[in-house]
């Protein structure tokens, strides 16, 4: 898949059949979405590509309650690259594009740049200034330019629209269990492991520790059972989402306890997925009680986990 993170750097591409959307979270929506677009530019003989934003635009929008990413930007190119796309527009939302008139957005974005042969779009997809145009003005637009619409029907699931507002619910509720319906996969969360405070090891569950990105929709202060994979691997943990108020004040961060495992991971990527929200993170009376508290939350998941 060729990327192209900049406007200018979009050159020399052939037409393309181009999935239209933000794609925050590549769940099972959005899936259908791009893969009928892979399926038509195949049937067709010409490209596929995605045309979304690398932030959101609604961040841009003065007033708006900012709207945190449910996956990193490196997953979700990923994500797309594993359905089979050719180009991946995955532009930055500016100034300049939020005034855009949504005829000047289509003409010069998707028909010049993009050289749209054939668009597919939600049936919620809006575009352009004040976010004016929608699909039926996309539709007229495509006759104009010499491009075919395509508006894929909502994908539902158990009577509920899937979509990243109710998979970031999901996730802000703890209901973490529920994600892997809607997104195909768990949620998860991935980054560097840092050094913490040693409490784990000291009580003997050592941890490795991530910081959480506050750019992230991230589940409540807690303790979960996880997976945690590393180097390709995929191991048994038990997770604590929180700020440790039994020992201090802390920033909220991640703490997994690998179960079975006994390599040092500072400085290493990881990727932890979550798979069930077992209680609340609370501040106890003392570090023994913490301490018992640890290892049922620990005996929980390895039974859960069948270890």
Known sequence: METFNTLDEIKDIERSAVALGNFDGVHKGHRELILKAVETAKKHGIKSSVFTFSNHPKNLIPGQKPVK??????????????????????????KDILTMEPVDFVEKLLVEKCKAAETFCGFNYHFGYKAAGD???????????????????????????????MIRGLIKSGD????????????????????????????????SNIMIDENMVTPPNGV????????????????NVGVKPTVGIFKKNMETHIFNFNKELYGKHIKVEFLKMTRDEVKFGSIDELSRQIAKDCEEAKAFHGL
């Open 135 to 165: 699909v039926r003005l996309l539709k007229k637009c495509g006759k104009k330019f010499g491009f075919a619409v395509n508006e894929i029907k909502p994908v539902i699931i158990d009577g509920e629209l899937v979509s990243s507002t």
């Open 176 to 207: 973490v269990d529920e994600c892997y319906k809607y997104l195909g996969r768990n949620y998860d969360i991935g980054g560097e492991v840092v050094v913490g405070n040693r409490l784990g090891k000291s009580l003997g569950f050592p941890t």
């Open 224 to 239: 979960y059972i996880t997976y945690c994979t590393y180097n390709g691997v995929k191991y048994p943990s038990v997770t």
């Open 69 to 94: 990413n449910i996956i990193y930007q490196e997953e979700k190119a990923a994500l797309i690259e594993a359905l089979g796309v050719d180009y991946l527009f995955n532009i930055e939302f500016t």
